[in-house]
């Protein structure tokens, strides 16, 4: 059973754009909620996290959006840039537990 | 900055083989944890080890076995290689306790089983 649905799976975003992935998750006991970005040749690197303690949190040109009645989160990109063509994971996780439980990831391509 | 290092970027071994993938991370995390990374299935936890002799398993550790003998070092062994091993594995260290929870991830080992 898939305890965090990733979309969409790719994205093209012109430069300039805003660039939009959601995740949604089962489980209520997670209480953490981070997204990683990986480019190629790299290991995944902590981009942003939120807890469900507030409903956004902005970094930047990067937010993300949640909505805990809904049990979904989002990632949102604004202005986006060719550097920001990347794969984005969410994750999961909770306060018991040290193991992060990853989306499949989305692979974003930002044309110039 | 944190460094996670693996032993290799590529590696190319032959069905059967018994195969070891190296990690070392130099800030004295106690946290290590191994996944795979697949086309469309993402990252996938396969052990991870909270400190020195502990292991835990994750999802898919069928076929793999994990060493944690020293904190900076966790190792991944596949005791018979098969073809359907054929993946990327990644590393990735945490500092337990830490609020952020964040994970430090090596560059991966790309492992091709023939």
């Known amino acids: 059973q898939q305890q965090v649905k990733q979309s969409p799976q790719s994205l093209i975003v012109q430069k300039g754009g805003i660039s939009i992935i959601n995740c949604a998750y089962e489980?209520?006991?997670?209480?953490?909620f981070p997204w990683y970005q990986q480019f190629p040749g790299k290991g995944p690197a902590l981009l942003i996290a939120?807890?469900?303690?507030?409903s956004e949190k902005k970094e930047g040109r990067f937010t993300i959006s949640f909505n805990k009645s809904a049990k979904q989160f989002s990632l949102h990109i604004m202005d986006s840039q060719p550097g920001d063509s990347a794969t984005y994971f969410c994750?999961?996780?909770?306060?018991?537990?040290?193991?992060?439980?990853f989306g499949k990831g989305t692979t974003l391509s930002v044309s110039s | 900055d944190v460094k996670v290092t693996q032993s290799s970027r590529y590696l190319v071994k032959r069905t059967g083989e018994k195969v070891f993938l190296e990690c070392v991370q130099d800030m004295d995390h106690e946290n290590m944890f191994w996944y795979r990374q697949d086309p469309g299935l993402g990252l996938r936890l396969i052990y991870f080890s909270y400190d020195v002799k502990m292991k835990e398993k994750g999802d898919i550790p069928e076929g793999y076995s994990v060493s944690r003998e020293k904190k900076e070092r966790f190792s991944l062994i596949l005791e018979s290689a098969s073809t359907n091993q054929t993946s990327m594995y990644l590393c990735?260290?945490?500092?337990?306790?830490?609020?952020?929870?964040?994970?430090?991830f090596g560059p991966g080992t790309r492992l091709t089983v023939l």
């Open positions: 939120i807890r469900p303690d507030v």
């Open positions: 489980n209520t006991a997670f209480d953490y």
């Open positions: 994750a999961v996780a909770n306060q018991a537990g040290t193991a992060l439980i």
């Open positions: 990735a260290s945490r500092l337990a306790g830490d609020k952020l929870n964040e994970q430090f």
